[in-house]
Every structure is written in C-alpha cells, then in structure tokens.
C-alpha cells in the first residue's frame, strides 16, 4: 500500500485544500505551481492533450505571427464576428456554415446549451463531465444510467435506449469516447442510437475526445459530424482544446440546426473569439497544417496504446480500456485515490486526476493522461517504484 | 459636397453589402480587407482603442512570453479559473476579489447580465451602444431617454431623474464616458444620480472609456469603482480593450455584489479566460507596467484633446465635446455620412464609424477615433482635403 511520510502528508493536506477551493475541477497547474513553491510538476498527466500537436501549433504561430511580426494584429484588434469564423471553419470540417457556433471553448456551449435548451429531465451516461450537470438550472431532473466496471464501462446500446425510452428524458448527452473512462461507440452503434430515439428533444454528442479515437487499424478520423445532416435533435460539441493541445487559447464549436444557431447570435456570441482562436482556425484550415497533424495525430495514438497497454501489466491497478488519450485506472490494493495522486505529484512530479469526486465510480479511481512517449516511460516507472 | 466617382461608387456598393451582413456593428477591420482586396487601410479610426498602450503591453509581452519561450504555457494549458484571476485584479483595482466577475470580453458580461438579471422594462439613453438592447429578451421594454444634439449630447441630470422616476423601470444603464458622443458625467453627478434612484434594482454604469475621462487638468484617472460598497443596485462594467489597446485578448470584468457573482459562478464562467487574457491581468498588477501605462495614458489624452479642437476648426462639420476616445463628428454641408465613411476609407484608407444605424441620432453622424498623433494629423488633412 502507498504511504506518505510527515512532510508529504503536510503537502497532501495543502493539495487537497486547494482542490477543495477550486470546485468540481481540479487546479490548473499553474494554480497549483503558484500555490504550493515546493513543487515542481513533471509530467501534467491531469491534463487531455496531445503534447505533439501543441508544438506544431507553436511552430506555425512562431514562423506566422512571431518571425512576420503579426502579433500586434492579434492583440490589439478585434476578432472577425462569429459567423466569420464558422465561414472558415465550414471549409475545413465540410459542414455548411450555418450550422456552425463557434465557442470560447466548449465550456462556454455547454454552459449556454444547459440554459437554452429549457432541459427539463436529463439522462446523463455516468461517469461523466460534471460540467453536463452543474451548469443546469436546479429544478432540471437528472436521471443517471451508470456504467458498471465489471462490464469495463462499455455502454451496452439495448439496454440504454430501453432506459431512455422508459424515462422519456428531453435531452441526453454522450460523450464520444466518455471522459473519464475512455470507451467509445463505434458510429454505426451511435447512428443506431440516434435512429431509436427519435423522440428525444435533444441528443448532445461530445465529440471532444474523438480525434484520438478509431475504428481499424488504419487510425483513421472519425466523426459524427454527418449526423448534422441526418438528425434534427442531434447537437455536436467539439472541444479543439485536446486533440490540438492548445487550451490556453480556448477553441472549441458546436453543430446545430440552422434555425438555433439564428437565434444563439441573436442573443450575443459577437466577438467571444479572440485573435489566438481565430488564427488557429485559420491554421487549421490549411492543407500543410492539417497533413503535419494527421502525422502526430496516429504517433500519438499510437503511444498511447503502448502506454495504456503497460499499464495493464502493473497488478496493483486496473487499467481499462480506452480509446481516449487517457486511461481510467483502479487502485486495487487497498491505497486511497488521494494518497496515490498526491504520492506521485509530491515525489516525482506527476500530476494525475484524483477521481474521488467523479460520481458513478465505485472504488478508487485515477485518471491518467497520455503524454509525450518519455514522459509516459517516466510515470510508468514512477507508478510501479510506488509498489516496490 | 463629398462626391463618389465611379469606382468609388462600385466600393461603396461593396462596402455597404459588407456592413450590412456583419449587423449592427461595423465589419471588424480584417474582415473588411479579407473581402475588399484593392482596399489599404492606414488608419483604423472606427477602433476605439489607444494605440501607445498596445506598444506597451507588447514590450512586456515580447520580454516576459517570447523572448522567455513561454509562449507554449500560454498556448497548452488551461487559463486559471475566473475566481483566481479575479483575486489577481482585485489587488491592482483595490475591489474585493468577491465582487469581480472576469469575461472574455465585456461583451460576454452584457450578454449574460441581459437575460439573467430579468429585466423587464428598462431605460436606454440614446445615442448608445447596441448591445445594451440587441440580447434582451424581446418582451423587455425599453423606454428611450433621448440626449439632444442641441444640448450637445450633455446629460440633464435632474430631468433624467425624474424621467427615470416616472417611468420606473428596473433597469438603467449610463455609459461614461457615453458611445457614441463621449459626453462625461463628473463622479459627483454619478453618485447623485444612484442616491436619487435607489428604487431601481440594476443600475449598469459602463465604464469601458473611463481612462480617456478626466475631471481636471492633472487628468487624474476616475472611476465609479467605489460606488459597488455605497449601492447594492449598481454593476459597473468595464472593458479593457480600449483603454490598454488589447481588444484582440478579449479581457473586460464587472463588479456586482457578492451574491450576484456566487449565482452567476454557479451557472458556468469558469475558464472563460485565455492565456493571453490571464497574462495581461497579471501583468497590470505589476507597478512598472502601471507607471509606464499611466505615462501614456495621459499623452495620449492630451493629443485626443487636440485632436477633437482641430476637428472643431473644421466649417463643414461639427465635432461635439468628448471626453473618450473618440469624437462625434456631424456633417452640415449636405452629406450623406456613407459618402464622408467610404470616401474617407478609399482614398486615404481611413476607416471611420458611419453611425446611420444609430438610433437616437437626428443626422448625418460619423465618430472618429483619436489614434497616433501623426495618424490623427493624417485624418485631419484627408477630411479637410474632401471639402477642398
């Protein structure tokens, strides 16, 4: 079982106070650089990027704006207009332009779809987001359907759309591939959803994670964006923040019909780009970018798989299966969620995702991000010395 | 008279199509050279911003981020959440951390403070900014309190009162310095007006020009700051785009009771910052970064000063009182404010407000933006040139 000594028992208290003061979401690291001086963070496994990615991101601004001298542009102007920044993004992703919002992350989507929407009674796919429930009014009934770890957190299709039918919800999320455990659904099971559950007002499908998910071998993109196309009920929620490592500059959008997105930029939605989001959408729809990204996209999935893959063999956790750039494990020998994250972070510099505060989850749960392959090496040897 | 050639007349056309799609706010300047190629902008003079203090705000940039190869932090991870980056503010603006609110941009404030305050009747004065009415719900009424041009725009204050008091609605919003016409109310004025109007529950002080403001030749800056521990019913709204250069960052707070602020929290807001947003926050709590902007702040109103009375030299327009950014110019010779606009644009790539679309406004209207003090030297000539 893990033990902290006295001084990491003193850090831990410190840690765990600071989580409890920022709410449902852990820390950014940087909070908890500045908060705590006798850290130093390693490898930040709490957090869902692709560290790959970031650096092409950072070479195109570097040679773009920095060399060419084009920050000014960025900072002192305004951003184009939504609707200008969906034109752009409509060419890249192959989705009509009316259809798109773009969000200031896609935190502030969820945040503003929990309160348009008029949700009445939710079901919500547990473990989840929190974000899915907290931002609803309070009066909104949340019904939950949990997955079961003895099923390796795999939604089972017939028995969820029975639950659903039986609840008569007007709006219920899936999260492709689910965060915190990393299952996905393949499309056509998803379609199949979609197809069964007509009736519902709204179906909200969390795309966020799925550029590192896949179907074959080939690693090829997946999405269910065409769902647009075939479902009036169906909303599409993209974050940029994980597959793009860029979450600083807060790039996310949604799909919706057209008719809703006309009434969202009636209600504002103006200028909540910034200039960093709007060159990044610009980035993205350029063909040199896109081919840079396709590549550390697959060596990243790759990695990942290889990484998950040696978490498996460490006996005392359980590490489920994934499709995500993180993987749930379960701490199997006794050693308490807390004790486990706060070990790693104190003693080698990892920060992990204490699960302890994610409802549905029955046991002692960590979420560990894939990182860059040496960073991976290192929180793979750090993890099994903790048993030693 | 201001006369269009052919070609001119054919950009007009162009120009006008383009406003006309981008709503009831001028198409951004990147959007108007993206779509109008044979145009060159030298001067934007529709952007209400001052330029000295984005040359600041880049020096620190340039030194602390590029030059330290930290942009990859601002880039990769998420911002600080909005309570940590309200306590950074709170410091510098002296306002208990309780009572901020950060947004991506005050825009994003006015947007949510439309729908959740629940307004139900409020007073607008006219001219204004759009905002203030465009995201109202449509079953809020709205009473016009009219400024008039021959009381040079200047507020009545004790006719506005019992204006208010006879109507009784549970909103009213004063921007001061105003937009469109940059008439200032004097602090003392502003109290008197919230101690008479207690019986209103929102009072929305909008402070986003305050920096350009001053009541006496010291040009000490002034701010109604203090107004939230006098008045549970006031909300000031300050944006930051203007005064330190940086609307591109997205950057802008409000302060509200603490109560308010724990609702709205509730409701989302999170990590609506950005990087680059969270590094200017930090930066302007810093004491160097503070001297130098007040250095150019003050510079920079003296030559908007003697910008605005070289415009009053001018016969065939009136340039109206300002203490912002910016003037309210009136054209008396017979034209059309689109002609001035896009004459001004083509031939000497001067890109100024058209303010047709204003209500309130009895008129031709353009407002001009003090830039540079070459740039407004430029303007100068160029508007005096058109009536040679």
Redesign the interface.
């Known amino acids: 079982m893990i033990q902290l000594n006295t001084y990491e028992k003193k850090l831990s208290e410190q840690i765990s106070s600071l989580k409890k003061s920022?709410?449902s979401?852990p820390?950014?690291?940087?909070?908890v650089i500045k908060s705590l001086e006798n850290l130093s963070i390693k490898v930040?496994s709490c957090?869902l990027?692709n560290?790959y990615a970031?650096e092409i991101?950072?070479k195109y601004?570097?040679d773009d704006i920095?060399e060419n001298n084009k920050?000014?542009?960025?900072?002192?102007?305004?951003?184009?207009?939504n609707s200008?920044i969906a034109e752009s993004l409509a060419k890249t992703i192959d989705i009509p332009k009316e259809n798109i919002l773009i969000g200031?992350?896609t935190?502030?989507i969820?945040?503003y779809l929990?309160?348009f929407l008029s949700i009445k009674k939710m079901v919500l796919i547990l473990p989840t987001f929190s974000?899915y429930y907290?931002?609803l009014p309070k009066d909104t009934s949340i019904i939950h359907y949990t997955l079961n770890k003895e099923e390796d957190f795999q939604l089972n299709i017939d028995n969820y759309i029975k639950f659903v039918k039986i609840h008569q919800p007007d709006t219920i999320v899936l999260i492709n591939p689910n965060n915190p455990n990393g299952r996905y659904i393949d499309l056509i099971k998803l379609e199949y959803i979609c197809e069964s559950l007509k009736e519902v007002s709204n179906i909200i499908i969390d795309e966020s994670f799925i550029h590192f998910a896949y179907e074959d071998e080939t690693l090829s993109p997946v999405s269910s964006s065409y769902f647009i196309h075939k479902f009036c009920n169906v909303t599409i929620i993209k974050s940029m923040?994980k597959d793009f490592?860029?979450?600083?500059?807060?790039a996310g959008y949604c799909l919706l019909p057209k008719i809703k997105i006309e009434q969202i930029l009636?209600?504002?939605?103006?200028?909540?780009?910034?200039?960093?989001?709007?060159y990044f959408f610009d980035l993205y729809s350029r063909s040199n970018f896109q081919k840079e990204y396709e590549e550390v996209r697959t060596q990243y999935i790759k990695q990942s798989i290889s990484f998950f893959h040696s978490l498996k063999s460490i006996d005392q956790i359980k590490a489920y299966s994934s499709k995500a750039n993180f993987a749930l494990i379960e701490l199997l020998d006794g050693s308490k969620s807390f004790e486990f994250v706060h070990k790693l972070l104190i003693k080698n510099g990892i920060y992990t995702r204490d699960c302890e505060d994610k409802i549905g989850l029955n046991g002692e749960f960590v979420r560990i991000a894939s990182r860059k392959d040496e960073e991976n090496q290192y929180t793979l040897s750090a993890i099994k010395n903790l048993y030693k």
Chains 1, 2 share one sequence.
């Open positions: 920022s709410g979401h820390p950014s690291i940087y909070t930040d957090f990027s560290p970031t991101f950072l601004f570097n920095i920050i000014r542009d960025l900072v002192e102007f305004y951003p184009s207009q200008v200031n992350g935190i502030e969820i945040q929990s309160l974000s907290e931002f923040s490592g860029i979450a600083g500059i807060r009636s209600k504002g939605f103006l200028w909540n780009s910034n200039g960093l989001s709007e």
